[in-house]
């Protein structure tokens, strides 16, 4: 099977947000960067189709900065084959223009599966696998949790408001991975070892503007100070009123 | 400007959604036009003009009786370059997030997914997207012809501004799509969606064992069928809840009315998933837990003895 699978570098989750000096991005400085947590569905449910298959090629393509050769290796000592860097120093907030770079560096791959997380942690923008599968003519399933694949043919389930979507579609295909999908794997010393060797490409892009420009980027609203209502059950007469008559949500 | 509203409707009925929706479109839009992709005929569609809307067009297809992303898609992005509109603006609904990319592509445009506001800035669409797990909301301005947006569910309470709307049905003939949504599980009867319900109950670590979110479930229906039922990260990962109820980065994100907390301490993966919340409450027996600093109201005790004491209350103002 051959598979390519998108990834993103991303401020881990736990960062403290920092405004930059540009009021418009993140301050970089001291966050720690890590591979886009629902990316690793995506790249291990990749490495276990093709062990699944017994053969075939996992390849890692990531939109992003110099230093997102760290998140790539970081896929290949999971087990990724190959990597792939469209360099970029900004990422456009346009996620369109996202998609079209990434489809243009896939188009010729005949993959069989093309996968990406269903949202990079850091923007929430949640379209760019859907956006490359309109791109290369693709059938698309979005935030999958469990898939099984014969031969040509796949079922996806997927979480919907108040039940699963069971979901039937052809190879080859664009799959976004949710939670639930596997569990990833971390990567052993033995293929964070191999992944030094194994080749990755870097390849400098230019990314048209796109039609959707940041204006800032602010922290959000504070919560207006809270109250301890008191202590223990005998509290919750005194909250239910509060609830009622000065939230008024009861 | 021209907005056109996506609306949604699952087994013939329009969804509470869809009412957020044309509120939203009546903020930035002088004339708003609403479609909603369906088997036959959509109860609720001809009360749009209640909320707003001018014009609401429901194309007809035997396929749409399922959600149909190839479909639907095909159907609005005709209807989209038909009609000319400023602004196509989706709910970002689990329907929403896969339909509007697909969409915003077919159009070649990108989107601006998960707004929590939405206002029209001389010509274009200036719109604020939480980002960084809502530790910071990103201010964009969409100049893409047209803007694509998408909606938090919960955020834009739906008001009735009436108009002498319009209703019709268009029989809308569509390629076979590729991708055929076969069935869809229910979940168990009556059980509200964490990410729609009006009341927010979650639970975390704090209730010590699986069996304990009885006590939760009692308060939930105590609401009468408002509440639904959260969970944190913790206890989703050691199998006490379904991934379906987890609240957080990893979960779904919740805007309810009412949000309480129980035995959650409020790390900040969770804090991502509920801080838009209108009111939050707070059941902790540590009084320095991270959860109330977000909270608007919190106790500090013994959740065992809090919890079944306001499951009471509840019940007499229910009762």
């Not at chain 1, 540009?22 to 966050?31: I, Y």
């Not at chain 1, 080749?199 to 039609?211: D, F, H, I, R, W």
């Not at chain 2, 067009?57 to 509109?85: D, H, M, S, W």
Request: net charge neutral; aromatic share 4%.
């Amino acid at each position: 099977m051959k598979i390519a699978v998108c990834i993103k570098r991303v401020p881990d989750s736990e960062t403290r947000v920092k405004i930059g000096p540009d009021r418009k991005s993140l301050d970089e400085a001291g966050v720690k960067f890590v591979l886009n947590p629902y990316d690793e569905f995506a790249v291990e449910e990749a490495l276990q189709r093709k062990e699944k298959a017994g053969a075939g090629e996992v390849a890692v393509v990531c939109l992003g900065p110099a230093a997102a050769q760290e998140t790539i290796r970081t896929a290949l000592a999971m087990g990724a084959d190959r990597g792939v860097l469209l360099q970029s120093d900004a990422i456009p907030a346009d996620g369109f223009v996202t998609a079209q770079a990434l489809a243009s560096e896939l188009k010729a791959g005949s993959w069989d599966l093309i996968l990406f997380g269903k949202m990079a942690i850091d923007d929430y923008s949640q379209q760019v696998g859907p956006m490359v599968a309109e791109l290369l003519g693709l059938p698309c399933v979005t935030a999958v949790a469990h898939l099984e694949l014969a031969g040509a043919k796949g079922v996806a389930e997927r979480e919907i408001e108040g039940g699963i979507e069971v979901v039937e579609f052809p190879l080859p295909a664009v799959i976004t991975a949710d939670k639930g999908l596997n569990e990833p794997r971390y990567p052993a010393l033995k293929g964070i070892m191999a992944a030094k060797k194994k080749p990755l490409e870097v390849k400098p892009v230019q990314l048209a503007a796109g039609g959707i420009e940041v204006v800032a980027l602010t922290p959000p609203p504070e919560r207006k100070e809270g109250k301890i209502v008191g202590e223990g059950a005998a509290a919750v007469p005194e909250l239910v009123r509060l609830l009622r008559e000065e939230a008024k949500v009861l | 400007m021209t907005v056109l509203a996506i609306l949604e409707q699952r087994d013939g009925a329009l969804r509470k959604i869809s009412y957020e929706v044309v509120t939203a479109a009546r903020r930035i839009g002088e004339t708003v036009e609403a479609v909603v992709c369906a088997a036959g005929p959509v109860t609720g569609a001809d009360q749009l003009g209640k909320f707003g809307a001018d014009k609401v067009v429901t194309l007809t297809n035997a396929a749409f009786a399922k959600y149909n992303p190839e479909g639907c898609a095909q159907a609005i992005v005709e209807r989209a370059k038909a009609g000319g509109y400023s602004a196509l603006l989706f709910a970002a609904s689990a329907t929403g997030k896969d339909l509007a990319p697909r969409v915003a592509a077919k159009l070649a445009v990108g989107l601006a997914g998960d707004c929590t506001e939405i206002a029209a800035e001389g010509g274009a669409i200036v719109a604020t997207r939480p980002v960084y797990a809502g530790k910071a909301l990103l201010k964009v301005k969409v100049a893409t012809k047209p803007a694509v947006l998408s909606l938090r569910p919960n955020v834009f309470t739906p008001v009735e501004r009436p108009k002498p709307g319009t209703a019709e049905t268009v029989a809308t003939a569509v390629t076979a799509g590729r991708v055929q949504v076969r069935e869809v599980k229910a979940a168990e009867a009556g059980a509200l969606d964490v990410a729609e319900a009006q009341i927010v109950i979650s639970g975390g670590r704090g209730l010590k064992e699986p069996a304990n979110f009885k006590v939760i479930e009692e308060l939930a229906r105590a609401f009468g069928g408002q509440a639904a039922v959260g969970a944190s990260r913790a206890v989703v990962d050691a199998g006490w809840r379904a991934h379906a109820d987890q609240v957080g980065q990893t979960g779904k994100t919740v805007s309810p009315t009412l949000y309480i907390a129980v035995g959650i301490s409020g790390a900040i993966q969770h804090l991502a998933g509920m801080r838009t919340s209108k009111v939050i409450v707070a059941i902790n027996k540590d009084k320095d837990a991270p959860i109330f600093k977000v909270a608007d109201y919190g106790i500090v005790g013994d959740l065992f003895d809090v919890v079944p004491r306001l499951t009471e209350e509840i019940k007499k103002l229910h009762g």
